[in-house]
């Protein structure tokens, strides 16, 4: 939410946790903008005022939330022509499978990774829906960190970008993935992330300003 402030947005932060509102409050001062704190559930986002916004970005919020559910009650927030953009964890790739089961202490019992089927759900209540994979051959740091890091103690990816030398690592295993993702296609439901962009359904009689 920050970011986006520091680019020119007029952002507002929504989070059910009124202590992950207070610490973006106490970031945007520390970077000189303003973030508007909202406290409310994805499935219930509890804006009164006909509040409508031009983009709304879920960042690992979906494979928490009813996905069905919430998508509703975001399309009711955005203007005929908005953009949705999500990050999300998927469900495919086996060695993050184990992870998931060891690192049962880190992670909340309510996380479902996004499957097949979660974005065709999207793609039902979006148009021009595209979507671009990541974290492939990357996934090699998460083993190198197995080696000498108990799962549970921490999560792995926090792990990696407070610890800057696995930035020297990461780079190069990225270039590969673009190369390997590109060849292969197919490798990309074994990512570790997908990122969605989509527009929102501009039904008939609804006024589109140009």
């Not at 930035?167 to 993935?177: A, V």
């Amino acid at each position: 939410s920050v970011y986006f402030a520091m680019q020119g947005a007029n952002v507002v932060a929504s989070d059910i946790s009124a202590g992950m509102l207070d610490i973006t409050q106490k970031v945007a001062q520390r970077y000189n903008v303003t973030v508007t704190p909202h406290k409310s559930t994805a499935e219930n986002l509890n804006f009164t005022n006909g509040e409508q916004f031009d983009i709304v970005y879920a960042g690992f919020l979906m494979h928490h939330v009813n996905i069905e559910q919430t998508l509703c009650r975001l399309k009711e927030v955005m203007k005929p022509d908005a953009t949705f953009i999500c990050c999300e964890p998927i469900a495919y790739n086996p060695i993050i499978n184990i992870y998931r089961k060891i690192a049962t202490k880190v992670r909340t019992e309510d996380e479902h990774p996004l499957t097949r089927k979660d974005i065709k759900t999207i793609k039902k209540h979006f148009t021009d829906v595209r979507t671009k994979y990541f974290w492939f051959f990357s996934l090699f740091i998460f083993i190198l960190m197995a080696l000498t890091t108990n799962p549970n103690k921490v999560r792995y990816w926090r792990k990696m970008v407070d610890e800057k030398k696995w930035s020297y690592i990461c780079r190069p295993l990225q270039f590969i993935d673009t190369i390997i993702l590109t060849v292969f296609p197919f490798l990309k439901w074994f990512c570790f992330t997908i990122v969605v962009f989509a527009k929102n359904k501009i039904e008939i009689g609804d006024n589109k300003e140009l």
